[in-house]
């Protein structure tokens, strides 16, 4: 299957920024940035509208003005208000407003344009109605553009929208979802074909319905039905050009639908009484009807509801109303003239008479009609001859309202709490009050600004320019796409959690001067990575010098790690280098560019210097074939030596798939099955790309391997960490054609494979601790049980992997002086890697801390600002200011420091993410080892270890800690005791020193003392021992079988073999003078004096054991 892309290793390099800015702000809804849900909060506050840009930025806030170039925008995110031009602009939405203000407007206006107004009818002239509304100041329509006017405040109505989604369901709800999205002005659209739509509504006897829907891309295909049945209701239907009515299986047809005809604008009278249904046209010419059997009793058509689908194309359902019927039918309008219903169902034909406001209307009527007076309350709708070859208009902007309505036109300004509008069905500006607004959607010419950088927030992404000068306070500020002024971020907007991210899309300056000359990498807990030159390590201080500051001594309470005369940080570019060789077949290096038209092998013995392999792989798409990598081999050119992973590649599409050399059989059929079997049957995350052109990273981290495409994580394969890691490189390609010399879409490369833009670097410092296995880190992690009151404060980390815990003593400029198990050792700096601070895990729940828990973890600084350089450099600090080309600032830690801003690559204000770095150690945190959970009687007895008093016990073997094998059946001619133990057991470290000298005053020809220890380390046992000064003989119990084996289930358990490895005696628990009972046991038991107890009927409870 193609997944979505999930980019958790996002390119976030310097180099290619221009290049790469776009897609990385498009993407970052999937980028792994820890994002605190209470930060996300405020971009979904209600209270807060939302400001969109054409690119698809957005930025929630306020709108303070607009005028005819401007917008100006309030955003709790930034300092002072943002002045944007309105051409890099596309909407605003507006908070939401609950309750809903109430709207006491009597007429609901429909123009031909789509807009959609309500307001109160107050007068009339030759050419306009006039109007005054809760929403609008006074304004008049000019009668060219009206559809209709119809009242709202009439007993009358039934349902009248659609107001968004309100309402409508899915008509079969456990089978399909709900496929149409809700406009601005309430309007359902879907563009996807055979959805439907339901509305519940209760209909009275004689109901008139007019619906108008609409497509934009061709005649509409639809059904809208009265009923509960789309295939039985009474329904309008549209068979390709056809408009059919429908009961059941009656139909009749309605017109004929012409190529161009987008619009249907319908009116359904139903009477369910005489069983009849009409059907007109919105200038009331009758289109066609059905009738039912006149006979019957009950109502030929009972709809209990309306259903829209779309089945086709897209269609939007822009109004519905469904209202009482009085009987009366409409007639043909002439074009030009109109229909006036009024509330006695009596309906007048002819143009609109004029009248003032607040006087009566008087209608001439046409030639067949006396002439009529009446009051405007007496008018139930207005209905204006529609010329059905006219197209709704298209206006800029778009005005709608919450509680309904929408006006298209220019808006003119935005400013106390009012918006004017120019419209063009009225001749003067239309002014509305802002209270209940929706949206306003901005059309204009978009212009492309100048905007090469991207902050990224909470809830949204905005492009725009990083301004780095004194203009602002701080200095560091922000232009958006089409800003006209600076602003900087408002800190208290991540006061308590979030974090925002400017990031630079051009590459910036060479970072060099940062780090030439400081050959040691500082980490800090609040995630900075700075480069240092470090002096010594003594007494919870460090002497150094850094590049940026004076200060020569900081406290290791702020230290995470450091590292120790890091190697020069060798990038290898290209394939020019002398060590690259052709291997087998043909191959063309141009020095950019390796290019394998056929099955060929190239590699470079000494090319992996770092962690991360970087390259442009092109593919001719006429092909299925393979590259297998060959990656950090010792040899060059073994794959038994090396990591290896096969890029598969068939047609458009590639997967990733790691493979053992080992198991090379069956693989030439496996070339042959690709082509009818992409992915392995779908079992693979596969790519597809229509040109054959990807960027792949390989990256290594925790021990593994991450094969990363286009910013999709498609596969991690782990390294053999007992293999030895080298440095080589190999490419094996295995090119197989469709067709030859055949073109493939916009894919260039008809056959054959490319790599290009090919890059080793390190994710940051030294690549050592990425491969470090996450099995052995949290391992090297993990506190033994024995350790708890003293545990280790450090891991020392070797140049080849290997990792040390214990007490770091102190570094000078030739020594690491380290303790660890009692014993101190010192170390030539050449040798270590790194030196990592432990701090110390929570003690207050560690019974109920569980193995592998994180109990504390590092605290991400939550003042001032993170600056990034290249190679992932991190330092953070309060900017006060600029001079030249420095950015100043100042920390709690290094006081002033200046740093050269050409260099910055990405600021970060707020909470400091752990996930800006690749690693930076912020998942070395120690924890405890969880507290076995033995089943304990409550007695202290063991019933069923009884049971075993008198049998033989059953052979075994366990490892000792001093190398050697114990074997139970050795020792068939002595007393043997076996004490079943741990080093976090209170009751079994207590006993194990009196059973240890009980044992003693016998010939150990004759006793032996065995203390079987479970489930620990030898080096944990080792070290307890030594610290105690104790010295019996131990045998290592690690999974727990031999204790099986004796139904161990509380401890210290203990058991006395005869000779013949009977077994005599069984105890659970320890109690005083325990050991003067264990040497009564065994020294009858030599006499021959001892009386073996019943089985469950042994000693008494001890007093104490643990669980």
């Not at 507006?94 to 959609?116: M, T």
């Not at 004689?206 to 809208?224: A, D, L």
């Amino acid at each position: 299957m193609i997944s979505n892309r999930f980019p958790i290793f996002q390119d976030q390099r310097p180099n290619r920024r221009r290049k790469q800015i776009a897609p990385f702000i498009a993407l970052m809804g999937g980028i792994a940035l820890v994002l605190n849900l209470a930060a996300i909060a405020i971009a979904d506050d209600p209270s807060s509208g939302t400001l969109y840009w054409h690119e698809g930025d957005t930025l929630y806030g306020e709108l303070l003005s607009v005028d005819e170039e401007t917008l100006t925008w309030r955003s709790p995110l930034f300092v002072d208000p943002l002045q944007i031009e309105r051409s890099a602009l596309s909407a605003v939405q507006f908070r939401k407003v609950d309750p809903l203000p109430q709207s006491h407007d009597k007429f609901r206006i429909s123009l031909r344009n789509g807009d959609v107004l309500f307001g109160d009818l107050i007068g009339a002239t030759e050419t306009s109605l006039l109007f005054e509304s809760d929403r609008f100041s006074p304004f008049s329509v000019l009668l060219e553009h009206v559809e209709h006017v119809k009242r709202v405040d009439t007993p009358d109505l039934i349902y009248q929208g659609p107001r968004g989604v309100e309402g409508w369901t899915t008509p079969n709800p456990n089978t399909e979802p709900f496929g149409w999205n809700e406009q601005p002005n309430g309007e359902l659209v879907t563009d996807s074909g055979n959805h439907g739509a339901y509305q519940k509504l209760d209909f009275s006897d004689r109901v008139e319905v007019e619906f108008v829907i609409e497509s934009e891309s061709k005649r509409p295909s639809f059904t809208f039905a009265l009923g509960e049945s789309r295939e039985m209701s009474l329904r309008v239907e549209s068979w390709e050009e056809i408009l059919v009515l429908l009961s059941g299986f009656q139909f009749t047809e309605l017109a004929t639908l012409k190529e161009d005809q987008k619009r249907v604008h319908l009116h359904m009278f139903v009477d369910q009484k005489k069983h009849t249904v009409e059907v007109f046209s919105h200038s009331g010419v009758k289109l066609g009807e059905l009738k039912g059997d006149p006979k019957k009793e009950e109502p030929e058509y009972k709809p209990k509801g309306l259903q829209i689908w779309n089945r086709d194309g897209d269609l939007t359902l822009k109004y519905i109303r469904v209202d009482r019927w009085n009987g009366n039918l409409p007639k043909p309008l002439k074009t030009g003239t109109s229909r006036i219903h009024l509330t006695d169902g009596s309906i007048l034909y002819g143009d609109v008479p004029q009248f003032e406001p607040g006087e009566p209307v008087n209608f001439p009527g046409e030639s067949d009609q006396e002439p009529t007076e009446f009051s405007v309350d007496q008018i139930e709708s207005i209905v204006v001859n529609d010329d059905p070859e006219s197209s709704p208009l298209r206006a800029v902007d778009q005005v709608s309202w919450q509680t309904g309505g929408v006006v298209t036109g220019k808006v003119l300004r935005v400013e106390d709490e009012q918006i004017e509008i120019s419209a063009e069905w009225s001749e003067a500006p239309v002014s509305a009050s802002l209270t209940g607004l929706q949206r306003i959607r901005l059309i204009s010419e978009p212009t492309i600004p100048d905007a090469p950088d991207g902050l990224v927030y909470p809830g949204g992404t905005l492009n725009g320019k990083l301004v780095i000068s004194n203009d602002t306070t701080p200095p560091v500020s922000w232009i958006s796409a089409g800003g006209l002024n600076p602003s900087a971020l408002n800190p208290n907007a991540f006061a308590t959690a979030g974090n925002a991210r400017f990031i630079r899309g051009e590459e910036p300056a060479d970072s060099s001067a940062l780090d030439d000359g400081y050959p040691d990498f500082l980490y800090l807990r609040n995630g900075d990575v700075i480069p240092c030159i470090l002096h010594s390590v003594r007494d919870e201080r460090i002497e150094l010098e850094v590049p940026f500051s004076d200060l020569s001594e900081i406290s290791t309470d702020i230290v995470k790690a450091v590292e120790l005369s890091v190697p020069e940080r060798v990038f290898q570019r290209g394939f020019e280098d002398e060590g690259w060789k052709r291997m087998l077949g043909g191959t063309k290096n141009d020095g950019d560019r390796l290019i394998m038209k056929t099955s060929a092998t190239y590699g470079h013995p000494e090319i992996l210097t770092g962690d991360e392999v970087r390259f442009r792989l092109d593919w001719g798409a006429q092909q299925y074939s393979e590259l297998q990598i060959q990656l950090y081999g010792e040899r060059l050119g073994n794959p038994r030596d090396a990591t290896n992973l096969k890029i598969m590649l068939n047609g458009t599409k590639l997967w990733v798939e790691d493979f053992d050399p080992a198991v090379q059989a069956g693989n030439q059929l496996q070339i042959r099955q690709l082509r009818m079997n992409p992915a392995g049957g779908g079992r693979q995350t596969f790519i597809d790309s229509e040109k054959g052109s990807v960027e792949i990273s390989l990256s290594v981290r925790d021990g593994k391997i991450h094969v990363v495409v286009d910013g999709q994580l498609l596969k991690s394969i782990p390294m053999d960490h007992q293999k030895r890691i080298g440095k080589s490189l190999t490419f094996k390609a295995n090119v197989n054609s469709i067709t030859r010399n055949a073109a493939y879409g916009s894919n260039p490369l008809t056959r054959g494979i490319m790599i290009s833009d090919f890059e080793v670097r390190n994710l940051d410092g030294t690549s050592v601790k990425q491969f470090i296995v996450e099995e052995t880190r949290n391992r090297t992690l993990l506190i033994p049980r024995f350790r708890r009151e003293r545990p280790s404060s450090h891991v020392l980390m070797a140049r080849n992997g290997d990792l040390l815990r214990g007490h770091l003593k102190h570094i000078d400029e030739e020594t690491v002086q380290f303790e660890s198990q009692l014993e101190e050792f010192p170390f030539s700096r050449e040798r270590i890697a790194a030196v990592i601070w432990l701090h110390p895990p929570s003690t207050t729940e560690t019974d109920e801390t569980e193995e592998g828990q994180e109990a504390e973890s590092d605290e991400p600084l939550r003042e001032g600002m993170q600056l990034t350089f290249e190679d992932h450099l991190r330092f953070s600090m309060s900017p006060t200011g600029v001079q030249g080309d420095y950015l100043i600032g100042v920390t709690p830690h290094f006081g002033e420091c200046r740093i050269p801003f050409q260099a910055i690559g990405e600021v970060v204000l707020g909470e400091i993410p752990q996930e800006n770095g690749p690693v930076a150690y912020s998942q070395w945190i120690p924890t405890f080892a969880k507290e076995p959970d033995w089943d304990i009687p409550e007695s202290g007895s063991n019933v069923e270890g009884s049971k075993l008093i008198g049998t033989e016990s059953v052979p075994f073997e366990l490892a000792g800690i001093d190398g050697n094998t114990f074997r139970i059946r050795d020792h068939l001619d002595k007393v043997v005791v076996l004490d079943f133990w741990a080093t976090w057991c209170g009751p079994c470290v207590e006993a194990l020193p009196d059973y240890i000298a009980a044992t003693a005053e016998f010939d150990p020809e004759d006793v032996l003392f065995v203390a079987v220890n479970l489930q620990e380390t030898p080096q944990e046992v080792r070290a307890f021992l030594a610290l105690k000064g104790w010295t019996p003989e131990v045998a290592m119990d690690s999974a727990g079988s031999v204790a099986s084996d004796f139904a161990v289930s509380g401890i210290p358990h203990t058991v006395i073999l005869s000779p013949g490895n009977i077994i005599e005696s069984v105890h659970v628990g320890y109690r005083e003078n325990g050991g003067i009972e264990m040497r009564t046991t065994i020294q009858q038991i030599l006499d021959g004096t001892w009386e073996r107890p019943t089985p469950n009927t042994d000693e008494e409870s001890e007093s104490s054991s643990e669980e």
